[in-house]
Structures are given as C-alpha cells and as structure tokens.
C-alpha cells in the first residue's frame, strides 16, 4: 500500500471513495456516486474530470469532451485535464482538435514532457516531421522518457537525416539495451545507407528481443531479399503472413521474393491483381448539383490547402504536390466528399465474400477511420511505385486530369500501373503489370499493400487526385 507523500495534499475521501469503486469494478456505481457529488458542488473541476474518465469507457465521448473542456475552464493551470481531454480527442479522431488541444497546452506548460511528446507524436502522424523533432527534442531535454530518442530518429530519419537518426537510435539502445523497437528502427536507418548487414542484424536482435515484433520481422525480410537471398527472404514473408495475419509489407513483397528465387513472376499474379483492383463512380453529395460541381470546389480548396507541400520529403511524389491530411480537421468540400466516398465503400465492403488465409479478403471492416490526402502533379509529374503500409484498403479518386492524359510518347501516359516493385529494387524478373485509365469522378479502391504508381504525362494541365487509406477500427 503507498502512503501520500508529506508534501502533497490529502486526497479528499470522497475522491478514494469513487477511486475504490471504479478498482472493483463497479463503475455504475461509481458514477452515479460521481454525479450525485458532482450536483452538491457543480463547479468541482476535479470531479467533472473523474466522471468523464469513468464514462468513456462505456463509449460516452460527447460528454466526457464536454466535461472535460468545462473542467478546463473552472481550472486551467494543470497539465493533467489538458492530456486527458487531448487523449479523448485522439481516441475519437478528432486529430486536429488534439493537436489544437496539445499546442495550447504546451504554451501553457513548455518544459512539461508528456505534453511535448504526445504533441510530437501527432506532428509526426501529420507528416510534420520538423515540428516532430523539435517536440521530440523539448520532452527529451526537459527529462522524457530516454526511449523518446526513438521516435526522434524515426523522424530524422523521414528527413533523410540517417546518420542523426542512427546516432538517435544507438542512444536510445545505451539507456536501455532491450529495447527492441530501437534496434527494429535502426536497421531502418542502416538499410537506408545501404549496409544490408548490419541491418539484417538489428532486426535480428529486435526479433531475439521481441519474438511478437512482426515489423522487424517481416523488415529482416526485405534485408535478406536485398543481399540476395530470396528464398529465406520469402519464407519470412510466409512465416510472418501464416502467424501474425495478413501483415502488409509480407503481402506485398512475397510474389516479388519468389519470382527473384525462380526468375519469373507466380502464375495467375496478374489475374490476381485485376480481381483485387476495382472502379468505382462517386455520385455527387448532398449540397452539390453534379460531380463536375464538386470537383471544381475540391480544385478550389486543394489549392487554398495550408498543408500542400511540394514533393514532401519520404513521400512517392514527384514534380508535385501534396497536402497533409484533410479529414483532420474537416471542412467542406471534403466533409461532402467524405460521405460521398463513405457510401461506395461501404458497398464496396458487402460485396466482399470472405476467403480464409487472404491478406485482403480474409476479413472485412465493420467500422473504420478514413486517411484523405490531395496530391496535383504538374508535366512529367508522377509517383514511384509503392504501397501504402498504414492501410488496409487503400485508393484513389480523379479530381481533375489534363487532356493530354494517354496521348503522349506512351498511350498510357497519366496513367496508373499495379504490379511494379520500387525503383531501388534489383529484379532479376519481368514484373506483371496492370494498368488503368483514371476518369473525373470515378475512384480505385485496391488492397494497401499492392505495389502501385502513376506513369508520367505531358502537357500544361495538372492531374488532380484525392488518395485515401481506409483503417479498420472493427471487423463484421
């Protein structure tokens, strides 16, 4: 049993009242105690805090957010309300009210860790790699955990800063030698300087340390198919898909690993692919006349987009652009765009018919989040080819194409192609392709882990696209 502290305040019996209830597990009970309390003293900030943490959990987000934000207002000179009510915002994804959240706590409260980290942690899902670092940087200095070095090289590394990211990781690993997520992240950053070795080592010692850490598994994998040793390569990539589920990159990398052990792609890939990658007509939203109207409005607001940065560092894009993600904080044209697209995928799901032991139609989403991004290329503009590692079902919707789409030196040009492995990789095969002519309006949805990109064009016209990934939060 621990006894308080001399110099920290008794804790109020009512407080370890509730405290001992919601322990036992009696969280009816718990809150109604809460309340009852709460209606004695309605301007108790600590009370109204302790009552959203117990109703969260049976999924009451909207008042919690309200008492926690009316809490904040009674009492806004500690920390803790304020990591509280970010948190919600990020179990409810509502990522840019968390970020808004963090940054003005962190005004409030700049040398306090956990506030500097998490807000590093949303910068690095918003792509805001810098931002990150500095955040990172902040918790670290101010006495953050010594594992925060981590996620610090992790975004180094996405600055193609490898060296800083290394020296990072090795920090993080002389604090803590176990650590097995520094090591799985610094053969990241050994394979990005080419010394597939050392890098296949790491992973390795992450493995030994972690035998459930399918990344720095399935990441040994693509280290052993890169010195040349295929057939360990895709017996990894089996291994990782028969234990841990449908994995993306061993997805991805499999057929790839076998065709460079017997010198050709496996029978039936393309097949394969022209089944998994299907079109699809948007209709226009509630509030806008015709696709061609809600076009015009996503062209309009990609171009105001404060996020759009040209050819962002650790992204496919070239000779373009591309935002951050728009659904963070939802505005319009992209919320009407969003309940478009919601409608096609959800019928999209039900007609999915399960098949055991696939990557992709082993099992279908019930609920899911939904990443949005813009991307407009200029001439010459395309992406290498890639997959998308975050998703389960990833896409595609055509906001606006140039004329010259398909009529350049290649009748495809503009075009998307399924079946091509990154530039970087040394095959020893002929890669089975497919390849699709995008259309205003109309959308491909794909498994995330199928290798794609878009073939260059020409001309003075933009090619305008929305990508998507969808994220599952629960399976049917």
């Known amino acids: 049993m621990t006894t308080q502290s001399p110099e920290a305040p008794a804790l109020p019996e009512h407080y370890r009242e509730i405290l001992t209830l919601m322990k036992e597990g009696r969280r009816k009970v718990a809150e ?8 004695e003293t309605p301007t108790d900030a600590d009370l109204m805090a302790l009552l959203a943490s117990i109703i969260v959990e049976r999924g009451a987000f909207d008042e919690a957010e309200n008492l926690l934000r009316h809490s904040l207002k009674l009492a806004p000179t500690e920390p803790t309300p304020w ?11 509502q990522w840019g009210e968390a970020v808004a959240v963090y940054e003005h ?15 590093g942690q949303l910068y690095q899902r918003a792509n805001r790699f810098a931002d990150a670092e500095t955040q990172y940087r ?16 992790m975004v180094l590394l996405r600055q193609e800063r490898v060296d800083e990211a290394i020296g990072a990781f090795n920090t993080a690993i002389a604090h803590n030698p176990k650590l097995a997520a520094a090591y799985g992240n610094l053969g990241n950053a050994l394979q990005k300087k080419g010394d597939m070795e050392a890098a296949a080592a790491a992973y390795e010692k992450a493995v030994a340390l972690n035998p459930k850490d399918t990344v720095s598994y399935v990441s040994l994998g693509m280290a052993q198919l890169k010195l040349g040793q295929a057939r360990e390569a895709a017996e990894i990539f089996e291994r990782a898909l028969a234990v841990h589920g449908p994995e993306r990159r061993a997805a991805a990398w499999l057929p790839y690993a076998r065709a460079q052990e017997f010198g050709e792609m ?41 996020t759009l940065v040209w050819e962002p560092t650790g992204k496919a894009t070239r000779k373009g652009g591309q935002t ?16 478009a697209l919601r409608r096609v995928i959800d019928a999209h799901f039900d007609t999915i018919r399960l098949q055991p032991g696939h990557p992709y139609r082993c099992q279908v989403p019930k609920t899911y989040h939904l990443d949005l991004w813009g991307t407009l290329l200029s001439e010459g503009g395309h992406q290498h080819s890639h997959i998308h590692v975050g998703g389960w079902m990833s896409g595609v919707y055509y906001v606006s194409l140039p004329s010259t789409l398909g009529k350049g030196d290649g009748d495809k040009d503009g075009w998307i192609e399924f079946g091509n492995p990154p530039p970087e990789f040394d095959a020893v095969f002929e890669p089975m392709t497919i390849t699709y002519e995008p259309r205003e309006g109309d959308a491909f949805f794909f ?23 969808v994220k599952p939060t629960s399976w049917r």
């Open 105 to 119: 706590a962190t005004g409030l409260f700049p040398t306090h860790p956990t506030l500097a980290a998490t807000l």
């Open 32 to 39: 109604e105690r809460c309340r009852a309390l709460l209606a």
């Open 266 to 306: 496996p029978a039936g890939y393309r097949a394969e692919m022209g089944e998994l990658v299907s079109r699809h007509k948007l209709t226009p939203p509630a509030g806008y006349a015709s696709l061609a109207e809600l076009n015009a409005a996503l062209v309009t607001a990609l171009d105001a987009d404060p």
């Open 447 to 469: 498994p995330s882990y199928l290798f794609h990109r878009t073939l260059p064009f020409s001309g003075n016209e933009r090619r305008i696209s929305l990508a998507f990934d």
């Open 83 to 93: 990591i509280n009510l970010g948190r919600l915002l990020q179990q409810t994804g």
């Open 138 to 153: 902040n918790a670290i200095e101010n006495g953050g955990r010594p594992a925060l070095n981590v996620q610090l090289g």
């Open 324 to 339: 951050g993600l728009l659904l963070d904080a939802p505005r319009e044209p992209f919320i009407a765009f969003e309940r």
